[in-house]
């Protein structure tokens, strides 16, 4: 099983500034990896696939990066609606998600 | 409007079963490949199975042998039947369709998911 690490496990950020969230997996994952966000009482939300590619309706602050074992997500400037647990998945080998990242108000 | 609807969730003892269902609208289930994922109160995100539209079928191994997931056509309708309940299996289910990135791969992200239901395995 591919595990999924992701850092930190919480992330006080302002509104405005920039979040930077990462993801790693135990093994080569190549761009098989998307990323959800998930608010309190939701479904997860399709934000990235394909490591870098957004999902559609998806702000372009929201941005993904990376390959092989070594993900990132950015949000470029916080909004409020972006407060939320995120998830990375890889899809390179069944399913395997991290344990997510908080992302809370500073 | 893609949307998936689930239901059937609840209060079941240990040792019990349970069947959820997924409504779909604005796409055809039996076409797409579907999966079920839970959530355990407070925690992260687990595959549970898998029906691809040829109807091949598979499941974690936390599951296997327990868990049967299913699909009616007509009804445009996924399911879980999930027996011999523990408490480890308590959860919310979601339910997703896969969707598969171009050249041939056999494995994709999920979009759209359901909303939920919630499964609590207790005496």
């Known amino acids: 099983e591919i595990v999924m690490t992701q850092s930190p496990a919480t992330l006080s950020v302002s509104p405005g500034e920039r979040a930077t969230l990462s993801c790693r997996a135990s093994q080569s994952v190549s761009s098989n990896l998307a990323w959800y966000q998930q608010k309190p009482g939701q479904a997860p939300r399709l934000l990235i696939y394909?490591?870098?590619t957004r999902a559609t309706g998806i702000p372009a602050r929201f941005s993904g990066s990376g390959s092989g074992t070594e993900f990132t997500l950015t949000i470029s400037s916080l909004q409020s609606e972006d407060f939320a647990v995120y998830y990375c998945?890889?899809?390179?080998?069944?399913?395997?998600f991290g344990q997510g990242t908080k992302v809370e108000i500073k | 409007e893609v949307q998936l609807v689930e239901s059937g969730g609840g209060l079941v003892q240990p040792g019990g079963s349970l069947r959820l269902s997924c409504a779909a609208s604005?796409?055809?289930?039996?076409?797409?490949?579907m999966s079920w994922v839970r959530q355990a109160p407070g925690k992260g995100l687990e595959w549970v199975s898998v029906?691809?539209?040829?109807?091949?079928?598979y499941y974690a191994d936390s599951v296997k042998g327990r868990f049967t997931i299913s699909r009616h056509n007509s009804k445009n309708t996924l399911y879980l039947q999930m027996n011999s309940l523990r408490a480890e299996d308590t959860a919310v289910y979601y339910c997703?369709?896969?969707?598969?990135?171009?050249?041939?791969?056999?494995?994709?992200?999920?979009?759209?998911w359901g909303q939920g239901t919630l499964v609590t395995v207790s005496s």
């Open positions: 998945q890889q899809y390179n080998n069944w399913w395997t």
């Open positions: 604005g796409f055809t289930v039996s076409s797409n490949y």
């Open positions: 394909g490591a870098s």
């Open positions: 029906i691809y539209s040829g109807g091949s079928t």
């Open positions: 997703a369709r896969e969707t598969l990135p171009p050249g041939g791969a056999t494995r994709g992200w999920f979009d759209p």
